[in-house]
């Protein structure tokens, strides 16, 4: 199977869940997590329609005191985005791809204490994460890797597929314990 045979069917299967629903249970499941508690800052991303809604987390991470930064596509075609802190959802726009950004320039730097939560359109039981295909997480985690944050793949359990996906080189990929489902950790 190809990625972009991989990606085909991941998008048939996200057309049949509910992601409200979905973003719901996986952020009840969050706020239980150790890793959640003890983070001081979290580094999380504006859901699109096809994904698990984030809004609970995005509200009960500034609700809980939490330092909140979600990403920025950066212009070109260099798959690079930054980090920006987010007081409120007012601050968030449409940017690149129709995604919702922040408007705001104050940049964000992850450390030890920040937990980050990344997006897919699918993974596999070995952890390989499969992305829509712009390489901006796969950047961003080989970047992460050296703050010693702490990160989760927000997946739900109906996207993991149980064949191996296909993995390139520069594919990073996360433990079983890194991945959240709405039934918990994968």
């Known amino acids: ?34 890793a959640w ?10 859901a699109m329609k096809d994904e698990p ?12 005191g939490k330092a909140l930064c ?11 985005m930054e980090l920006i802190a987010v007081h409120g959802p007012e601050e968030l726009r449409p940017g690149r791809y129709g995604i919702l950004e922040p408007a705001g320039k104050e940049r ?11 997006p897919c359109l699918a993974a596999d039981r ?12 796969d950047r961003f985690l080989a970047q992460f890797a050296a703050t010693g944050g702490t990160r989760l793949l927000i997946c739900p359990a109906a996207l993991i597929f149980t064949d191996p996906l296909p993995r390139d080189p520069w594919d990073i ?11 918990g950790l994968y």
């Open 1 to 34: 199977m190809t990625k972009q045979e991989a990606r085909a069917i991941a998008r048939e299967r996200r057309r049949n869940l509910d992601m409200t629903a979905l973003g719901t249970a996986m952020a009840d499941q969050l706020f239980a997590l150790p």
């Open 37 to 46: 508690q003890k983070a001081d800052a979290v580094f999380a991303f504006a």
């Open 53 to 64: 809604d984030t809004t609970p987390i995005l509200r009960r991470a500034l609700a809980d």
């Open 70 to 80: 979600l990403p920025r596509c950066l212009p070109g075609d260099g798959g690079l």
């Open 108 to 118: 964000a730097v992850p450390g030890p204490g920040t937990l980050a939560l990344i």
């Open 126 to 137: 070995l952890g390989t994460r499969l992305g829509r295909g712009a390489g901006y997480y």
């Open 173 to 183: 990929p996360f433990d079983r314990g890194e991945i959240l489902t709405e039934n």
